[in-house]
């Protein structure tokens, strides 16, 4: 790979205002897990001053990549972009980072790019949870052969939906059925695309038919374009960067001959990577304009429904809730409030502001998987961190609901957590049961 330009190291001048606001820095305190330390390592290894031996190796993979040094960077570095790229060598250079990567590998060229093996994966997996094999794995002590982050995560992982919504939407957009299948007629002409992601529609199929629905309730006609493929984000996070752009381009084209207005996405981590497109492709002589034009129709679904005029519940949520924000919503589609604000305007729900709610809860992609036990202390100091009387918590990124569900079954309190959406939904549904009832 070509060196990158020296003025985007440059612009580092080392004020530490990232050192304060880095995960990863605030555990171990060493300037080389801060921002501005990969800063001055990246730009050794780019001017050919340094090896990208095993001690670059590990600081660089150690970035949990969640972009709070971005958020607070006076002089607008774009260390995510610089790491990004460095690991991209680094996977071009073969390095590998732990014993399971192999496996991981397999899984980012084989399966995430295709929808139909996710499905099939999905059920297989659903298969596991409801014949008895889970049980019979865990009582013969099966699990024990998998590193102990697989093993927690199956022991959290929701049960897998009978049906993806892709299998439900894009059936009913090529059936041309006024419903859509959501249950909910079709909008006044706003045209939104909905991001369906991989491991949300896998393991959260009903988030993003609630998200239809709601979309569908505010006046949007909603498609899912079948072409559409995972966002790449993950493939990112592990430097296969010539597998992200292969799945930029393939996403690229199925939101832009869809014609729609906005093309919406409930998870921040997909967002964020879909947003960053041109910057992806800004190599690309034929994509790096489509880049552009795909790039400017993604929002976030709270974002879009504030811009566009939210209509609150009329049903309640009596419950105390904590947001936790997804760094890539927060930190680099830029939306901080807006879920936030959504909240509040719903019956019976009381917003508790949770401390440093923007910190990385562990989760980053693939994080928790390649560092469990950097994964954990972020994960143990959230919990800790959820204030007094906290009932549920609330999030927008899959991955997020994942790791707090996690923290929540392993550290406690027991609270619940949801999806923005799904506590949007609730809401509404109690108020249609109200209305009903009156009637």
Known sequence: ?????????????????????????????????????????????????????????????????????????????????????????????????????????????????????????????????????????????????????????????????????????TGANQNGREENGTGVKAGNGRTAGLFLGCVMDVLFAEINLATARLLERHGFQVTAPAGQRCCGALHLHNGSREQAKKLARRNIDAFLAAGVDYVVTNAGGCGAALREYPELLAGDPVYADRAREFSRKVIDIAQLLEQTGFLPPRGSFPRQVAYQASCHLKNVMGVADAPKRLLRQVPGLTLLEMPDEARCCGSAGIYNLTHPEMAEALLRRKMADLPPGTEVIATGNPGCLLQLMHGAEKYGPPVQVKHVVEILEEAYAAGERKKVTLT
């Not at 050192?19 to 080389?32: A, D, I, K, S």
């Not at 014949?131 to 897998?160: C, H, Q, Y």
């Open 1 to 169: 790979m070509d060196p990158l330009p020296e003025e985007l190291y440059l612009r580092c001048v080392h004020c530490g205002m990232c050192v304060r606001n880095c995960p990863t820095f605030q555990e171990t305190g060493l300037e080389m897990d801060s921002p501005r330390g990969r800063v001055q390592l990246l730009r050794g290894l780019n001017r050919g001053e340094l090896a990208a031996g095993p001690g670059l190796f590990r600081t660089i993979w150690s970035c949990l990549d969640c972009r709070a040094c971005e958020a607070v960077c006076p002089s607008g570095v774009r260390i995510g972009f610089l790491v990004e790229e460095a690991r991209g060598q680094f996977f071009e250079g073969g390095y590998r980072r732990s014993k399971g990567a192999f496996l991981l590998n397999l899984a980012m060229r084989f399966l995430f790019p295709y929808p139909g093996r996710l499905e099939l994966a999905g059920r297989l997996l659903r298969f596991y949870q409801r014949s008895g094999l889970r049980t019979a794995a865990r009582r013969l002590g099966i699990l024990r052969l998998f590193p102990p982050a697989v093993r927690e995560i199956e022991r959290i992982l929701p049960e897998v939906p009978a049906k993806t919504a892709r299998a439900i939407l």
